[in-house]
């Protein structure tokens, strides 16, 4: 079982992470143009809704829960996976709220209205928060480890675990890094 502190420093590391990229694709998908200050400001939004998200919003377990309902196991690669997309779509929806409300504001724009700037923002910044969340998960976990300096064999947000292939002594999974054992 990981400790809270350990939880707590993944979600934040997990949202700097997700929230860097946030910040340069939310201009983009909405027509705008990316610009130090603008982007600082989608980070800062894009940071406060991830954590807000993150620790208000029994999210993990919804997204095990997910992983679980396609008889995956959420601490296995596959799980992790799915883990990782239910996270990255459930946050891309606040994000995107959010985020285009600020960038565009809330009433039409050209024609056309928050909805449909949402929506097409969302189709674009779904499939990138996906891949995002599994990119970054292995690097955030390293992380965590280090600033928590705790033992965390098993831990779900690795993506190899103690259940891959032994090394034979039973207790390192083969095909982690030596980094992660």
Not at 27 to 52: D, H, K, M, Y
Not at 82 to 92: A, D, K, M, P, Q
Not at 145 to 171: D, F, I, W, Y
């Amino acid at each position: 079982m990981l400790s809270r502190k350990y939880q707590a420093t993944y979600i934040i590391v997990l949202s700097l992470f997700v929230s860097l990229v946030f910040s340069v694709l939310v201009p983009v998908c909405t027509g705008g143009v990316v610009t130090l200050e603008g982007s600082g400001v989608l980070f800062v939004i894009a940071f406060v809704v991830s954590l807000l998200g993150s620790f208000l919003v029994p999210l993990g377990k919804m997204a095990a829960g997910f992983a679980s309902l396609l008889n995956q196991s959420p601490d296995t690669g596959l799980g992790r996976i799915l883990v990782n997309v239910f996270s990255g779509t459930f946050l891309t929806l606040l994000i995107g709220l959010v985020a285009i409300a600020f960038q565009t504001g809330i009433g039409e724009v050209d024609g056309v209205n928050y909805v449909t700037r949402w929506l097409r923002a969302f189709v674009v910044l779904q499939p990138v928060a996906a891949i995002v969340n599994n990119f970054f998960d292995p690097l955030a976990t390293i992380v965590t480890r280090k600033l928590v300096k705790e033992q965390t064999m098993g831990n779900p947000a690795l993506l190899c675990t103690a259940s891959s292939h032994s090394t034979g002594s039973g207790t390192e999974p083969a095909g982690c890094p030596q980094s992660l054992r």
